[in-house]
Antibody, heavy 119, light 108 residues
């Protein structure tokens, strides 16, 4: 069955870099786009970006200058890296699978990882 | 960015009651790209309706969606206790994909 699981640090200091890994099973990363979404107290649900099945990426310009999404298909893993963290980046970070059919709907989600940005 | 305005922001309903949530987009969206999610406290969002009116796998028939252009709606025909959650609309039409602010459904 399809499963996604995020792993990452619970606490990150301001100005530091956040790294989260999404490990998937039950499908191939070369067949689906993978999305990153976060949920913060200040802005609610925010789409961050995606990596296409072919490996190219697209980002929300809100994050573009400090966000990077990559993957390792041999390990079934997708990675999010975001630098220059601020306290406003505190929230839950989710990876999600794009359903396909060019709809931009997210049909499977990880349980999320809570990230607190604080010194 | 396409802004999605959801209303109401909260609903208090009785079991068995019909509830409808509206999502209005700041620009026209093809119906293929408008989706609805259910998020229960402490959980991830779950896809309920995709492409305006198609129920996701395993979703009960009491959930439905409709709309076109800039106006979309989500309906629960007869609310059950397990439907208590926050519901969000989302557009996958253009970058940046955006979500509505959510509608919190509570039981009377």
């Amino acid at each position: 069955q399809v499963q996604l699981k995020e792993t990452g640090p619970g606490l990150v200091q301001p100005t530091q870099t956040l790294s989260i890994t999404c490990t998937v099973s039950g499908f191939s990363l070369t067949s689906y786009y993978m999305q990153w979404v976060r949920q913060t107290p200040g802005k609610g649900l925010e789409w961050m970006g995606f990596i296409r099945s072919g490996g190219s990426t697209e980002y929300n310009s809100e994050f573009k200058s400090r966000l990077s999404i990559s993957r390792d298909t041999s390990k079934n893993q997708v990675f999010l890296k975001m630098n220059s963290l601020k306290t406003e980046d505190t929230g839950v970070y989710y990876c999600a699978r794009d359903q396909g059919y060019y709809s931009g709907a997210f049909d499977y989600w990880g349980q999320g990882v809570m990230v607190t940005v604080s010194s | 960015a396409i802004v999605l305005n959801q209303s109401p922001s909260s609903i208090i309903a009785s079991q068995g009651e019909k509830v409808t949530i509206t999502c209005r987009a700041s620009s026209s969206i093809s119906s293929n790209y408008l989706h609805w999610y259910q998020q229960k406290p402490g959980a991830f969002p779950k896809l309920v309706i995709y492409s305006t009116s198609y129920r996701a796998s395993g979703v009960p028939s009491r959930f439905s969606g409709s709309g076109s252009g800039t106006s979309y709606s989500f309906t629960i025909s007869r609310v059950e206790a397990e439907d208590v959650a926050t519901y969000y609309c989302q557009q996958g039409s253009s970058n940046p994909y955006t979500f509505g602010a959510g509608t919190k459904l509570e039981l009377k």
